[in-house]
Structure formats: structure tokens, C-alpha cells
């Protein structure tokens, strides 16, 4: 009868350690969220189809959409510092994309045309009119997609630190969807999500790949960046686990070729990585111009928020 106790015993200690493991998700979870730096009373709810998907309005002129970097870690505040400066010109939209900060969490595969439709639907139902698009990283790719999919709704455009086309172009693979699978598994992808996602290693990113000085790195960027990556409890994992399995990438090469909208690159003069990308982009479409922020790397938007807007400024007449 030996097995029969085995069998108990090992059952007990399964569920034993199934339920710490979703006890520590818990803490974290509750320790992340507890100061509530996402909260907003002066942002609004656009009703989409997949989820609210939260935005802000401030200014009048010429409408301009801000769209943040793909990334859990991400949210509308990552133009905090230039959207009120913008919005004494500009009609300004700043947009929680879906996965991200505010808006809804939805369970499912998050891909590239997801967020086409996401960018599209908003401007033609909230927005009302034609546009500028302003994009950081990765959500380039998905107003350069949606232009080409609607020339109706898009002006030009600016891409902040664009991801690089070759990545871009990479489909997911055995790899990649077994990862998806694997965090998206209830409690342990979770808790491997958490792991992922620490405190440590946001405030790692900032001081060596967002900012050029680190000195302007702010214990409430990375304590908002953490809350946004938790905000929504397990549901933030889903976004995280699609881009891990590199369901968010397309080939945009013959989205630009097919382009005649004013396109620009903005990039943190910093990043030797990013110049190199942004010629990628100048080779598949001449006419894109490319722009520099001193001194700064991955998001100029926040570590130089004044020369930012004087780039866009020159950039959007």
C-alpha cells in the first residue's frame, strides 16, 4: 500500500506548493498596485469591441494621436512630460493601448492586426478625423499598417525609436508559441510572469536601455512602469506571453512601399542600434526623414521632453 501513500503524499504536496505559488502571485500582485498610480479622473473609455481601451483628450488644433511602446511595462504616462506642451498646439489623444495600463486585459492572442484595428476603429469613432500619429517603438509598425490599410485616416507620421525591420519580420515559431503556451498557464505562468517582470529588472531597463542619464531615472517611472505591468492581476501576463511568442511582429516592408504619407523617425542619438534601424527604414522608403535627440536613448519623450517637442514642432508644421 506503500504507492497509495506516495500517491497521497506527493498529491498534498502538489496542491501544497500550487497553492503558495498562487499566494505569492497574490503578493505581488497586492504590493505592486497598492499606491494606485494608474488612476486617472480626468481620462474616458472608448467601448471597443475586444475591451475598454482607455485615452485622455486635452488641446484643440490639429489632431494628434500618441501611441506608447508595446510593452507591459508601458501605458499613455510614457507621454506625460510632452502632452500637455502638445496639446497648446494639438488636439492631443493619448491611448492605453489593449493589454496595457488602464484598458481592458482580455484573454486571447494579441497580434499586430489586432492593433491595427485597435488604431483605426479609435480615430475614425473618437478621434472623428484625420490625423498625425505619434508611435514609440514597436506601435510604429502598427500605424504604418494601419495607413496603408486606410490612407483615410492618417496623416504623417512619427515613429520614436522604431523596432528594427528585421525583427519585425520574424514570424512565431515551435519555440516561441510553446513559451506563449507556457505562460499563459494558469499560476505557474503566472508566477513566471512575475519573475519576468520585477521591479529590479524595470528599474534595470530604464537606467540601461530607456535613459542615456540615468540620474533622470525616477523612483515613480519605475514604480508606475511596475504597477502597469500588474494592473489587472494575472490578465497582464497575456500581452506579455503574444509578444514572447512574436504574435505582435509583420513584415511592413510592402505596408511602406506603398506609402505617400510624410513619415519621420525620431531617435535617441545614443543608441548606435537604433540609427542602424532607422537607415533600414530610410532604404525601403527614401522620403522618411531622420531626426536625433541629444542625449538620450530609448524614450527621449520622458528623458528629454523639451527637445522633443521642438523636434515635433519642426517635424508637423
Known sequence: ?????NLILGTALAGATTLTIHLINKFVYFSATLDNLLSSPSGSYYEWKFGKIYYT???EGKPVLLLHNLSTFSSGHEWHFIKEKLAKTNKVYCI?????????????????????????????????????????????????????????????????????????SKSPSKRTKTLTRMINIPIFGTFLYNILTQKKKI??????????NKDLVTNSMIDTSYE??????????????????????VNIKHCMK?????????????????????????????????????????LPQMECPDQFIEAIHTLLL
Open 1 to 5: 500500500m506503500s504507492w497509495k501513500r
Open 57 to 59: 483628450e486635452s488641446g
Open 96 to 168: 492605453d493601448l489593449l493589454g496595457c495600463g488602464r484598458s481592458d486585459k482580455p484573454n486571447l492572442i494579441y497580434t499586430n492586426y489586432l492593433y491595427v484595428q485597435l488604431i483605426s476603429d479609435f480615430i475614425k469613432h473618437v478621434v472623428g478625423e484625420k490625423c498625425d500619429v505619434i508611435a514609440a517603438g514597436e506601435s510604429g509598425s502598427f500605424a504604418v499598417a494601419a495607413c496603408q490599410n486606410d490612407s483615410s485616416i492618417i496623416d504623417q507620421i512619427v515613429m520614436v525609436n522604431p523596432s528594427d525591420i528585421r525583427y519585425l
Open 258 to 298: 506603398e506609402l505617400n504619407n510624410s513619415i519621420f523617425i525620431l531617435i535617441g542619438d545614443k543608441t548606435e542600434e537604433k540609427e542602424e534601424s532607422a537607415r533600414l527604414y530610410q532604404e525601403i522608403l527614401p522620403s522618411i526623414e531622420i531626426e536625433y535627440i541629444k542625449d538620450s536613448k530609448e
Open 228 to 249: 502597469t505591468s500588474h494592473s489587472g492581476n494575472a490578465a497582464s501576463k497575456y500581452l506579455f506571453a503574444s509578444m514572447a511568442g512574436r504574435y505582435t511582429t
Open 203 to 212: 528599474e534595470k531597463l530604464y537606467k540601461e536601455e530607456y535613459f542615456y
